[in-house]
T-cell receptor, first 112, second 117 residues
Framework: AQSVSQHNHHVILSEAASLELGCNYS??????LFWYVQYPGQHLQLLLK??????LVKGIKGFEAEFIKSKFSFNLRKPSVQWSDTAEYFC??????????FGTGTRLTVIP | GAVVSQHPSWVICKSGTSVKIECRSL??????MFWYRQFPKQSLMLMAT?????????EQGVEKDKFLINHASLTLSTLTVTSAHPEDSSFYIC?????????????FGPGTRLTVT
């Protein structure tokens, strides 16, 4: 069955710490992968996406993610987090635009 | 650009009544709109996909007679929860996509919190 899993439910970091949020997908064919962020009280926004090509994808606000096909992973990283990165992060994937499977989300709390 | 709005942002209704939620793409024409449901601390679950002028395609397990979706124009889709019951209480989120905005990207609305008493 197609699915996306995020194993970190809540991550708490101090400012300037490095971040890595895990995302694993289960899908046999070509997969498109996304990371979305939801700031408190706001709607989901796209951070970055991977369709093909360079497996290291750079997104907005200093975020990047690496697609590792052998590990079925698409982890999100940021070298130095800021208080303003406090938000809920969702990994999503699917065969195309119309069939996205979302992970359960990871809440990131950054302590000033 | 690519802003999607939802109305209302929250609604409380009595059991047995129907509730309509609107989803609008404000600055682009959305050929496809999606409706999701999100339970607390859980993932977004796709309910249905609608293309303008066509019947919506519902995901397995979603009652099409209970969750009526209409995508009458390129900027508006509505979700009507008919004969709502407390178990329908949830956060409903819509998204929209269009080839003109870039492939494989959905733009999300802010969501509507439905509480059925």
């Amino acid at each position: 069955a197609q699915s996306v899993s995020q194993h970190n439910h809540h991550v708490i970091l101090s400012e300037a710490a490095s971040l890595e949020l895990g995302c694993n997908y289960s899908y046999g064919g070509t997969v498109n992968l996304f990371w979305y962020v939801q700031y408190p009280g706001q709607h989901l926004q796209l951070l970055l996406k991977y369709f093909s090509g360079d497996p290291l994808v750079k997104g907005i606000k200093g975020f990047e993610a690496e697609f590792i096909k052998s590990k079925f992973s698409f982890n999100l990283r940021k070298p130095s987090v800021q208080w303003s990165d406090t938000a809920e992060y969702f990994c999503a994937g699917g065969p195309g635009a119309n069939n996205l499977f979302f992970g359960t989300g990871t809440r990131l709390t950054v302590i000033p | 650009g690519a802003v999607v709005s939802q109305h209302p942002s929250w609604v409380i209704c009595k059991s047995g009544t129907s509730v309509k939620i609107e989803c609008r793409s404000l600055d682009f024409q959305a050929t496809t709109m999606f409706w999701y449901r999100q339970f607390p601390k859980q993932s977004l679950m796709l309910m249905a996909t609608s293309n303008e002028g066509s019947k919506a395609t519902y995901e397995q397990g979603v009652e099409k007679d209970k969750f009526l979706i209409n995508h009458a124009s390129l900027t508006l889709s509505t979700l009507t929860v008919t004969s709502a019951h407390p178990e329908d209480s949830s956060f409903y989120i819509c998204s929209a996509s269009s080839p003109s905005q870039g492939d494989y990207e959905q733009y999300f609305g802010p969501g509507t919190r439905l509480t059925v008493t």
